[in-house]
DNA sequence: TATTGGTATGAAAAATGTTTCATATCATAT
DNA sequence: ATATGATATGAAACATTTTTCATACCAATA
């Protein structure tokens, strides 16, 4: 069974590495919303979370949807709902107090 | 349910946007190995995959073992293989032919 | 202790990714 | 056709990550 890890992947994952894009992530949890109203529940311009959704909707994290004059985009939650719940899970087993993202005391 | 994506999850998925760490993770899939195994396996400079492997330990996608006077690393196919299954099927589901990193004709 | 095989590390260089800014586009309504 | 509200886009500025290079470290042995 071969995945093709290397092709693919890095760019999926790269697409969730981004704490702007979570935060994106996070607030379509909540429900659909379009570009305008995202900047402003985040506080960011519009020209950068456009971009940033580019990124989510290129790897269908994220899909758009018009309606009527505006566009907007809902999360992907077949595919994510289940990602978060599996790095959740991993990190709760092995990732105890708090695995630090930076220099940890040693390898 | 609160999986703090804004958190953890950007180091998280960071750890695995890389070629070379996917790369890494292929290959530890066939079975444990040490640095310079992997380095030579994967014609890259020993340092260079010392330092990529020290991003998979800190998520702990990546195990050390000491065996002897060398360090194995192994995956942590617990949480990896369900990992890669999920962006397979995500990837079946949503991305058709070929779901191009850069320049879709549009958005 | 000196040597050897195996490995990690810091810092600079190189490569990528992200944000900003100004502007273009697009659909709808007037 | 023009105006409006909503959105996308390219390119430069800025920031972060990756790779390289030289070197230090560590465990085991002679």
């Known amino acids: ?3 093709g ?3 693919a992947c890095p760019f999926f994952f790269a697409a969730l590495s981004n704490p702007t894009r979570l935060a994106v992530v996070e607030l379509l949890r909540e429900g659909p919303r379009n570009v ?3 900047s402003k529940a985040l506080g960011q ?3 950068m979370i456009s971009h940033n959704l580019q990124a989510l909707v ?3 994290f994220v899909l758009p949807e018009r309606r009527w004059k505006e566009r907007v985009y809902f999360l992907n939650r077949e595919t994510l709902e289940p990602l978060f719940k599996l790095v ?3 990190v709760q ?3 105890p107090k708090k695995c630090s993202p930076r220099k940890p005391s040693r390898g």
Chains 1, 2 share one sequence.
């Open 1 to 3: 069974m071969k995945y």
């Open 5 to 7: 890890l290397s092709e």
């Open 36 to 38: 305008t109203q995202i």
């Open 45 to 47: 311009s519009q020209s």
């Open 58 to 60: 290129r790897c269908r």
């Open 88 to 90: 959740d899970c991993h």
């Open 93 to 95: 087993t092995y990732c």
